[in-house]
């Protein structure tokens, strides 16, 4: 009788190990998102400039997905890189900010090699469902931002703007 007892006790605390693994706890996920631009630009971009266009370009998406999701601006370039995935912030050499202003916008601010562009962001509604956004809460989720495809046609620039240019 104690080793049927026992015995129990053995298959039960094993049968409970086996269980626990078998239980899933919320995992991080993320919301990816591929871009298509058509970007406009003063003057023929350099190949490393294009690259800081389109890494900015995802920045500037990821910033503005981060306002829709958490109601509120990433307070700064750490925030935002902590939060998302797919965007190589290194092309920047460290001269990238977000700036959370007090009418609900921001303005994001990169380097290109040769001039500091910015553009004021303001909210989008991304219309995703209550799930996608309570898994925003999650620890670890990410915004992931898939490549730019861009066309760059030369005119007015619609996007980034230039120190010592005007929007036309």
Same mark, same amino acid.
């Given at each position: 009788m104690?080793?049927?007892?026992? %015995?129990t006790?053995?298959?039960?605390?094993?049968?409970?190990?086996?269980?626990?693994?078998?239980?899933?706890?919320?995992?991080?996920?993320?919301?990816?998102?591929?871009?298509?631009?058509?970007?406009?630009? #003063?003057?023929?971009?350099?190949?490393?400039?294009?690259?800081?266009?389109?890494?900015?370009?995802? %920045?500037?998406?990821?910033?503005?997905?981060?306002r829709?999701?958490?109601?509120?601006?990433?307070?700064?370039?750490? #925030?935002?890189?902590?939060?998302?995935?797919?965007?190589?912030?290194?092309?920047?050499?460290?001269?990238?900010?977000?700036?959370?202003?007090?009418?609900?916008?921001? #303005?994001?601010?990169?380097?290109?090699?040769e001039?500091?562009?910015?553009?004021?962001?303001?909210?989008?509604?991304?219309?995703?469902?209550?799930?996608?956004?309570?898994q925003?809460?999650?620890?670890?989720?990410?915004?992931?931002?898939?490549a730019?495809?861009?066309?760059?046609?030369?005119?007015?620039?619609?996007?980034?703007k230039?120190?010592?240019?005007?929007?036309?």
């Open positions: 104690q080793a049927k007892i026992i %015995l006790a053995l298959l039960v605390g094993m049968l409970s190990i086996v269980l626990a693994g078998c239980v899933t706890t919320p995992k991080a996920t993320s919301y990816a998102s591929a871009i298509r631009v058509d970007r406009y630009s #003063e003057m023929p971009l350099s190949e490393y400039q294009s690259r800081v266009m389109d890494e900015a370009t995802k %920045l500037s998406y990821a910033a503005r997905m981060f829709y999701l958490y109601g509120r601006w990433p307070a700064n370039i750490e #925030e935002i890189k902590s939060k998302s995935a797919g965007i190589n912030f290194d092309v920047f050499r460290g001269r990238a900010s977000i700036t959370p202003s007090s009418n609900d916008s921001a #303005e994001i601010s990169i380097f290109d090699g001039n500091t562009r910015s553009v004021q962001a303001t909210p989008i509604d991304f219309q995703l469902s209550n799930v996608a956004r309570q925003s809460r999650l620890p670890g989720f990410k915004i992931e931002v898939g730019v495809s861009s066309h760059q046609p030369l005119g007015a620039n619609n996007s980034f230039a120190d010592g240019f005007a929007a036309a």
